[in-house]
Every structure is written in structure tokens, then in C-alpha cells.
């Protein structure tokens, strides 16, 4: 049969599983802990509605035990959204252990995630603590969660239903309090639906949402986070490129950004390295797929740069109306209507 024990505690209690109730609120973070929390929210670069937004989201799930599942495109930052909500909350003092779930075969997955006692099996000389124990009073980030085979899957449900562990070759469990961020690129719930991924599971990491919006829902965001980038990039490789051109910032907005965030920082590195000199960098210095179009020595360049214009002005007049629909048509000289198709055409949110 299995005893249950419990980590010691510094509160002198039992430790408790706290994943359950969504909207228990913790306690307020101490000074030290808001400031590292607001540094962490500082390196999530934008300025957009869409990053506002996110921001308090992510303050929201802070203040809370609730298991968080941050879904979002390949390069949307969803790693920095996961630290953040760490570093925000009572947490942030304790560990924060990312596992990358894609990455643990399931022969030792549960060894890796639970630990082991010594003799579970040959190679186990000693004790060894799994990823959750090493979080204990912490955070535990499960990157890339949909990516979990069945079995595994199972024993991690396991653990959020009931708050305690065993490490293989044990005949007890131990309690741990363990807060779960989990991020995945993947459409979780097509999975659920196609019977991928479980749906109890899903549910326990659901209990708080996060959407982190692709770069191109946020176009307005590109000139921060270029010159973020380019500021970096030019430290790091001792170079003082000064910006971009017009021609380059027009293409920089109107591409789509398929590997988002990730994609602008490592075309602005591979410019940076690239250029001969220091001087603002140009649309070639990109190497954007669809710049071609802009290029092109037929009607359809005309028709790219209107495009690019429009979506770029329209883009602009959202910002600079704080994201108010009615208030942009104004400025704009045109209808609700017409600025909705426009936002829905140039994929503007
Ligand atoms: N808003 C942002 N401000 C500044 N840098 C960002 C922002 N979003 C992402 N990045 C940077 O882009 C890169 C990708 O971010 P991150 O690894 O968090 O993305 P991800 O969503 O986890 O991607 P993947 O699904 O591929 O794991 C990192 O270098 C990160 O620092
Ligand atoms: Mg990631």
C-alpha cells in the first residue's frame, strides 16, 4: 500500500497540491519580487492593444495558484510569457524548472519527472530527484506540452489530480506543491478533439488561458521590436547600424512573419552581420520572401506598395487611436464597416 508523506515545509504545514482552485488568490508578491517580476514583463517588447492586453492577463494568472495554458505560434514568446507569470508571482523566490516534454523518452520519462529511489533499476546507483520534486513550492514550466506521449500523459494526470508524486522503485508518494505553466504551439484542442491528447489533462492545465498573438496580428509592434533587436545586435557584434530604410520599414510591416518574434530578431542579427557598413539597412538587407512582389517590374508592384500603405496607415491610425474601432473609422474617413473588412483583409486585430 502507499503511505503518503509530505517535503518539509517552511510555513510548518503540509505542502498541498493548489493547482485545483483557479481562483485562489495568493498572496501579494513581496517588493523584490514585483520589481524581477516587472523586469520580466520589460523583456516583452510592444506596445500594441494586443500586448496590453497580454501583459494583464499575465498579471492576472501572477496573483493566482491556477494551472496556466499559454497557446501561441512557434516564436510568439510564449517561454517569456511563462517566466514572467513565475517571476510575477509569490513564486518567484523558488524554482522555476522548465521540462521540455517533447524531448523525454518515454522509458525514463517517469524516472525524469518523478525521480527514482536507489536499485528501481540497473543504472540507478543512487536517489535522484525528478523535475517536479526539484520544483517543490515553485513553478514547474511544461514547454512544448503537446508534444507528450499517452504515457506520459497519463502520469502527469496522475500527479495534477492528486498533488503527490512516487518516484519509481518507491512504495510511498510525497505531497508536493507544484503551480503549472504549460505552453504548446500545437492546436490542443484539434488534439483533444482527434484523441491526442486527454482531455482530463487538458482541462487540468487549462484552468487559465493564455493567447500570445502572431507579430502579424500586431503589426504596430515591428518598429519597437526592430529597434530592440537592432540595438542588441549591434552590441553584440560591435556595430552602430543606425536603422532602416523607408522601403525597408514598409516590407518589414507588410510581411507575414510565419516564425513571428523569432523570425524579426534573427532576419535583424543576420542584416547586422551581413551589412558592410554603417549605414541604414534596406529592403535586400531582409531577404524577405514576399518583397519580391514590391520589386517586381510589373502592375503588381504598384498594387503591392498600396497594399502595404494601406495596411501600414490603417495599422498606425488603430495605434494611435488606442486600439477604439469607432475613433480609427473617423480618422481614417471611413465607415465602421469598411475599417472591420480592412482590419479582417490585412489580418489586423
Ligand atoms: N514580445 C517580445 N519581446 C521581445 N522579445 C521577444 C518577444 N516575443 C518573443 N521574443 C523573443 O523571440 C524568441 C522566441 O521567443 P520564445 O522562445 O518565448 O517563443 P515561443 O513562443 O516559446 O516559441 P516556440 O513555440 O518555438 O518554442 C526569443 O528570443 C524571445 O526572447
Ligand atoms: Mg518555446
Redo the contacts with the bound molecule.
Keep these: 500500500m502507499h503511505a503518503s508523506s509530505s517535503f518539509p515545509s517552511s510555513h510548518g504545514s503540509d505542502a498541498s497540491w493548489v493547482v485545483a482552485d483557479a481562483t485562489a488568490a495568493a498572496a501579494p508578491a513581496s517588493p523584490e519580487a514585483s520589481r524581477s517580476g516587472r523586469d520580466a514583463l520589460a ?4 506596445s500594441s492593444a494586443l ?1 496590453t492586453r497580454l501583459r494583464t492577463r499575465i498579471a492576472r494568472a501572477a496573483r493566482t495558484h491556477a494551472s496556466v495554458l499559454v497557446q ?1 505560434e ?7 510569457v511563462a517566466n514572467a507569470i513565475h517571476a510575477l508571482s509569490e513564486r518567484s523566490h523558488q524554482p522555476l524548472v522548465v521540462i521540455q516534454c517533447g524531448t523525454i523518452p518515454d522509458a525514463i520519462a517517469a524516472s525524469e519527472l518523478f525521480g527514482h529511489e536507489r536499485g528501481a533499476f540497473t543504472d540507478a546507483r543512487a536517489p535522484r530527484r525528478g523535475r517536479f520534486e526539484c520544483a517543490h513550492k515553485g513553478t514547474a514550466f511544461l514547454d512544448e506540452v503537446g508534444d507528450l506521449s499517452p504515457l506520459v500523459q497519463v502520469q502527469l494526470l496522475r500527479t495534477l489530480q492528486f498533488g503527490e508524486i512516487s518516484r519509481v522503485g518507491a512504495d510511498h508518494t510525497h505531497k508536493v506543491d507544484v503551480r503549472v505553466v504549460a ?1 504548446t ?1 500545437r492546436p490542443l484542442e484539434q488534439m483533444v478533439a482527434d484523441g491526442r491528447f486527454r482531455q482530463d489533462l487538458y482541462w487540468r492545465l487549462h484552468e487559465l488561458p493564455i493567447q ?1 498573438p502572431a507579430l502579424r496580428e500586431r503589426a504596430e509592434d515591428v518598429p519597437e ?1 526592430l529597434s ?1 533587436f537592432l540595438d542588441r545586435a549591434n552590441l553584440r557584434y560591435g556595430r552602430a547600424v543606425p536603422g532602416v530604410t523607408d522601403d525597408a520599414m514598409r516590407a518589414l510591416l507588410a510581411h507575414s512573419w510565419p516564425g513571428n ?2 523570425e524579426l ?1 534573427h532576419r535583424v542579427r543576420r542584416a547586422v552581420i551581413e551589412s558592410e557598413c554603417d549605414v541604414p539597412l534596406g529592403v535586400r538587407a531582409f531577404d524577405l520572401p514576399d518583397a519580391g512582389a514590391a520589386n517586381a517590374p510589373d502592375g503588381s508592384r504598384l498594387g503591392a506598395i498600396l497594399v502595404e500603405t494601406e495596411s501600414e496607415m490603417v495599422a498606425r491610425a488603430l495605434a494611435v487611436c488606442s486600439g477604439n474601432r469607432t475613433r480609427t473609422a473617423l480618422a481614417l474617413g471611413i465607415s465602421r464597416r469598411t475599417l472591420q473588412k480592412k482590419l479582417a483583409r490585412f489580418g489586423i486585430r
Design positions: 523583456h516583452l517588447v510592444g500586448m501561441g512557434s516564436g510568439t514568446g510564449k517561454e517569456l505552453a504551439h500570445v521590436l530592440t518574434v523569432r530578431d
